[in-house]
């Protein structure tokens, strides 16, 4: 029988098994953290060139429970780590066998790898036990050790540089900063882009009382002329002629499974933010009802019973859909390209309703469920048929298409049918309605939403499974990114395009992408941490002494920049003053006069207008 008990101020589980006491910790994240000594935290008095030598020291995270996991330890023979198996859970685990073998330091360690909180793989681990990985451990504390001297080196010299500090200070990151100049890279291609004309030749046709579209077998025309013309020959006919005409079944595949960066696109384009998304889905996976999250596959191992997955779903509202399943004659799952070992894709493991789970909840595990029956099922498949017809000896092609079968998409979506062709037979003529001709204008690349982001950074090496939504949300709890197709503010662009220009190798997906593959391979035991630190710090130094050369010219742009970003118009009580951004004491921001307190006008306004907003009048410029 499991027991709970509270010991020195933390909760913990007791059990027996087989003669032997056991006694379980659960582990709220990382028990200690890294930091500078305190002769280092005085940041305008520290040497940012000796900070990046500098060594970290451990800072405990969690005081109540690292003593308890002491006093715990005497007379312990074996540990069993049990956290999520990934790096960051690898690093965590042996934290805790570090303090454990402080007090006990001949108790064996051994590791229990699951990817979901259900019992017969709970079960399945601790009966497999395997060794703590070392090497996984030292790559994700190698990742902690290089990102925090980038991030604290760069976010003080830009602090103090443009006399920023406290709650106001510019924070610089490893992979932050190229994820914000990918943003700021978007914009100005968005700003600079010149819309181009083009237009179309479209004709209705006719068969019978059945009207159809035909449209100019050039498709897109770049310059009037040649539209017209092809329009006004056309128009002599009053009839076309049927060319040719040809039908073929195409198949429309399920979609892979979902790996995270997957599941966060659907998410987003459900409405979630990436952080939500992900912080919901691994509340799912802690009540055993989603596999775990953060993870690279899309292909299902061969171990998962997948029929035996989606009979539990039998329990659930999904009851109709999983026997639309589990009637094929054999299930055979979609695969995507990438497969690893860590992690399956993400999948149901629990059955659950609606009227149980708070409304989120439920959209989020539906996401996850509807997409799983979905790579399990047969394609979707459509009857096209394309037909050539002449008008006047100008080429025109109509298209037209039927589902034979929904397949798959019955449990993702209903997307109605596109339009069908009437029945015509080559040789034959159709009537001719009407010739028109559209025109149209080329479009820029579209802002990314968070998802579309998410999956730019995993093309271009930015971040990891776990940690790409948290680099998203801290671009906008910074202030640097809005809105939901993600767009920099004025503060976010000078930070970005300023050290584009000074400091370039920071705002570089490479860069990253570079190190990235670097803790891979001390990962696999292929290169050692010292190795990676050493070569992190020779390119931070060259990376510090661009910028103390442009001192001014750093300081001047983003300065600038978010003076300009602040002011939110004259004030309309006094006239002479204008409205910028305050805070309170208590950290609320609001909209102040700057006359105050001769004028102490104020209004409260929404996050989307302290980071959104027109540009200032010219008045502005003049104080």
Same mark, same amino acid.
């Given at each position: 029988?499991?027991?709970?008990?509270?010991?020195?101020?933390?909760?913990?589980?007791?059990?027996?098994?087989? =003669?032997?006491?056991?006694?379980?910790?659960?582990?709220?994240?990382?028990?200690?953290?890294?930091?500078?000594?305190?002769?280092?935290?005085?940041?305008?008095?520290?040497?940012?060139?000796?900070?990046?030598?500098?060594?970290?020291?451990?800072?405990?995270?969690?005081?109540?429970?690292?003593?308890?996991?002491?006093?715990?330890?005497?007379?312990?023979?074996?540990?069993?780590?049990?956290?999520?198996?990934?790096?960051?859970?690898?690093?965590?685990?042996?934290?805790?066998?570090?303090?454990?073998?402080?007090?006990?330091?001949?108790?064996?360690?051994?590791?229990?790898?699951?990817?979901?909180?259900?019992?017969?793989?709970?079960?399945?681990?601790?009966?497999?036990?395997?060794?703590?990985?070392?090497?996984?451990?030292?790559?994700?504390?190698?990742?902690?050790?290089?990102?925090?001297?980038?991030?604290?080196?760069?976010?003080?010299?830009?602090?103090?540089?443009?006399?920023?500090?406290?709650?106001?200070?510019?924070?610089?990151?490893?992979?932050?900063?190229?994820?914000?100049?990918?943003?700021?890279?978007?914009?100005?291609?968005?700003?600079?882009?010149?819309?181009?004309?083009?237009?179309?030749?479209?004709?209705?046709?006719?068969?019978?009382?059945?009207?159809?579209?035909?449209?100019?077998?050039?498709?897109? *025309?770049?310059?009037?002329?040649?539209?017209?013309?092809?329009?006004?020959?056309?128009?002599?006919?009053?009839?076309?002629?049927?060319?040719?005409?040809?039908?073929?079944?195409?198949?429309?595949?399920?979609?892979?499974?979902?790996?995270?960066?997957?599941?966060?696109?659907?998410?987003?384009?459900?409405? *979630?933010?990436?952080?939500?998304?992900?912080?919901?889905?691994?509340?799912?996976?802690?009540?055993?009802?989603?596999?775990?999250?953060?993870?690279?596959?899309?292909?299902?191992?061969?171990?998962?019973?997948?029929?035996?997955?989606?009979?539990?779903?039998?329990?659930?509202? *999904?009851?109709?859909?999983?026997?639309?399943?589990?009637?094929?004659?054999?299930?055979?799952?979609?695969?995507?390209?990438?497969?690893?070992?860590?992690?399956?894709?993400?999948?149901?493991?629990?059955?659950?309703?609606?009227?149980?789970?708070?409304?989120?909840?439920?959209?989020?595990?539906?996401?996850?469920?509807?997409?799983?029956?979905?790579?399990?099922?047969?394609?979707?498949?459509?009857?096209?048929?394309?037909?050539?017809?002449?008008?006047?000896?100008?080429?025109?092609?109509?298209?037209?298409?039927?589902?034979?079968?929904?397949?798959?998409?019955?449990?993702?979506?209903?997307?109605?049918?596109?339009?069908?062709?009437?029945?015509?037979?080559?040789?034959?003529?159709?009537?001719?309605?009407?010739?028109?001709?559209?025109?149209?204008?080329?479009?820029?690349?579209?802002?990314?939403?968070?998802?579309?982001?998410?999956?730019?950074?995993?093309?271009? =090496?930015?971040?990891?499974?776990?940690?790409?939504?948290?680099?998203?949300?801290?671009?906008?709890?910074?202030?640097?990114?809005?809105?939901?197709?993600?767009?920099?503010?004025?503060?976010?662009?000078?930070?970005?395009?300023?050290?584009?220009?000074?400091?370039?190798?920071?705002?570089?997906?490479?860069?990253?992408?570079?190190?990235?593959?670097?803790?891979?391979?001390?990962?696999?035991?292929?290169?050692?941490?010292?190795?990676?630190?050493?070569?992190?710090?020779?390119?931070?130094?060259?990376?510090?002494?661009?910028?103390?050369?442009?001192?001014?010219?750093?300081?001047?742009?983003?300065?600038?920049?978010?003076?300009?970003?602040?002011?939110?118009?004259?004030?309309?009580?006094?006239?002479?003053?204008?409205?910028?951004?305050?805070?309170?004491?208590?950290?609320?921001?609001?909209?102040?006069?700057?006359?105050?307190?001769?004028?102490?006008?104020?209004?409260?306004?929404?996050?989307?207008?302290?980071?959104?907003?027109?540009?200032?009048?010219?008045?502005? *410029?003049?104080?």
């Amino acid at each position: 029988m499991v027991k709970r008990l509270r010991a020195d101020g933390v909760s913990q589980f007791t059990f027996s098994r087989a =003669g032997d006491e056991w006694r379980v910790f659960p582990l709220h994240g990382h028990l200690v953290n890294i930091d500078y000594p305190e002769t280092l935290n005085d940041w305008a008095k520290t040497d940012l060139s000796a900070l990046i030598d500098a060594d970290s020291i451990d800072v405990p995270t969690d005081s109540a429970t690292v003593e308890a996991l002491r006093q715990a330890s005497k007379d312990v023979e074996e540990i069993i780590v049990a956290t999520d198996y990934d790096r960051e859970g690898e690093l965590i685990g042996r934290e805790a066998v570090r303090i454990v073998h402080e007090i006990a330091p001949s108790a064996t360690v051994r590791r229990a790898k699951f990817s979901a909180l259900t019992r017969r793989e709970l079960l399945a681990a601790f009966e497999h036990l395997a060794e703590l990985d070392d090497h996984l451990a030292s790559s994700a504390a190698t990742r902690e050790v290089v990102d925090l001297a980038w991030g604290a080196v760069l976010t003080r010299f830009l602090s103090l540089t443009c006399e920023r500090r406290g709650s106001e200070i510019l924070s610089v990151g490893r992979v932050q900063t190229p994820t914000l100049a990918l943003v700021t890279g978007r914009e100005r291609e968005i700003e600079e882009f010149v819309p181009t004309p083009w237009w179309r030749v479209v004709a209705t046709l006719a068969a019978g009382d059945v009207e159809f579209p035909a449209t100019h077998a050039n498709g897109e *025309f770049w310059h009037l002329d040649e539209a017209e013309a092809a329009q006004g020959l056309a128009e002599l006919a009053t009839e076309g002629r049927v060319m040719s005409v040809g039908t073929q079944t195409e198949d429309e595949r399920p979609p892979v499974p979902l790996n995270t960066t997957l599941f966060i696109g659907l998410a987003n384009r459900a409405g *979630f933010t990436a952080a939500k998304a992900m912080s919901i889905a691994e509340s799912l996976y802690r009540d055993g009802l989603l596999s775990y999250p953060r993870t690279d596959n899309t292909v299902y191992p061969r171990t998962l019973s997948l029929r035996a997955t989606v009979e539990e779903l039998l329990e659930s509202d *999904f009851k109709a859909e999983a026997k639309q399943v589990l009637a094929l004659p054999e299930i055979h799952p979609m695969r995507g390209r990438t497969e690893s070992t860590d992690h399956p894709p993400i999948y149901p493991t629990g059955a659950a309703t609606r009227a149980k789970m708070k409304p989120d909840r439920w959209r989020v595990y539906e996401i996850v469920v509807r997409r799983f029956l979905a790579t399990l099922s047969p394609p979707a498949v459509y009857e096209v048929t394309k037909a050539r017809i002449d008008v006047n000896d100008i080429p025109f092609v109509a298209e037209g298409a039927r589902t034979l079968a929904l397949g798959w998409r019955t449990l993702v979506s209903d997307e109605p049918e596109g339009p069908m062709l009437p029945s015509i037979a080559p040789d034959g003529t159709v009537g001719l309605q009407s010739i028109s001709v559209e025109k149209g204008m080329t479009r820029p690349p579209p802002r990314f939403t968070q998802g579309m982001l998410i999956q730019e950074m995993e093309t271009k =090496g930015l971040g990891t499974k776990s940690t790409r939504h948290e680099i998203v949300q801290k671009l906008y709890d910074r202030g640097y990114v809005s809105g939901r197709f993600v767009r920099p503010t004025d503060g976010g662009r000078a930070v970005a395009e300023s050290l584009l220009v000074y400091a370039p190798v920071v705002t570089r997906p490479e860069t990253t992408a570079e190190l990235e593959t670097r803790l891979e391979a001390i990962a696999e035991g292929q290169d050692t941490p010292e190795s990676v630190i050493q070569e992190s710090r020779a390119r931070l130094h060259t990376v510090l002494r661009e910028l103390e050369a442009h001192r001014e010219g750093v300081a001047r742009w983003i300065r600038e920049s978010l003076e300009w970003e602040r002011d939110h118009g004259p004030c309309e009580k006094c006239g002479s003053g204008h409205m910028v951004v305050r805070k309170s004491r208590y950290g609320a921001r609001f909209l102040g006069c700057t006359n105050y307190p001769k004028c102490r006008n104020t209004r409260a306004v929404t996050r989307e207008e302290f980071v959104v907003r027109a540009p200032p009048s010219e008045a502005s *410029f003049a104080e």
